[in-house]
């Protein structure tokens, strides 16, 4: 199953992330594209900017909530769409506790590359 997709991040919270994200999912759907946004996290703020844009429901991708397999399955299942727009949290690498990238952006993306959707 391939799931089209693009994952922004940024070097920290703070620099626009939302912004820009919000941007690419206004001219997608512009351009016709049936757009299904994603937030990093356990945010509830970003993704009511997301779902108001996209005009569909933002989900989010928590590993530290959901686990690997949850977030993997979240994914999937509410990627129907033309476009699966991932917004990140906070820095690329930066994670749950400080100590570790586990629930990073990194984290969730690499996770979702490895185990689904590209070249199978």
Not at 52 to 67: E, H, I, Q, S, Y
Request: hydrophobic content about 35%.
């Amino acid at each position: 199953m391939k799931i089209p997709r693009i994952v922004l991040s940024g070097t920290s919270s703070g620099v626009g992330k939302t912004s820009i994200t919000a941007a690419i999912i206004h001219g997608m759907r512009k351009r016709g594209y049936l757009v299904q946004p994603f937030k990093v996290g356990p945010d509830f703020i970003d993704p009511t900017y997301l779902s108001t844009v996209a005009k569909r429901p933002a989900r989010n991708l928590d590993a530290w909530l959901m686990g690997e397999r949850g977030v993997l399955k979240d994914f999937v299942q509410n990627s129907r769409s033309d476009i699966s727009v991932i917004e990140g949290v906070m820095g690329y690498y930066d994670g749950f506790g400080g100590g570790s990238n586990f629930a990073s952006t990194h984290h969730v993306s690499k996770y979702c590359k490895s185990s689904c959707c590209f070249g199978t």
